[in-house]
């Protein structure tokens, strides 16, 4: 299994994923005080089933599939 990241640094993660879904999903993801989206970050069953995590940064998501699948 694949994580795609943002970044390396988790609260860069975390700001960069929050403004994401706040522009495309209008929602931060922090529901009556509970943050998932940084519940999902720090999970540690995460860490134990992915094989590989990618670290985006500034690519589109065209150019992370490309880089995903050794096209680029």
């Known amino acids: 299994m694949v994580r795609l990241l943002p970044s390396p640094n988790r609260d860069v993660s975390l700001t960069v994923l929050?403004?994401?879904c706040t522009a495309?999903?209008?929602?931060?993801?922090?529901?009556?005080?509970?943050?998932?989206?940084a519940?999902?970050?720090?999970?540690?069953g995460t860490e134990q089933v992915v094989t590989r995590t990618i670290y985006t940064r500034d690519e589109k998501p065209a150019q992370s599939t490309a880089r995903l699948l050794g096209s680029s």
């Open 24 to 37: 495309s999903k209008g929602r931060s993801w922090i529901i009556d005080g509970h943050d998932f989206l």
């Open 18 to 20: 929050r403004r994401r």
């Open 39 to 44: 519940h999902w970050l720090d999970d540690p």
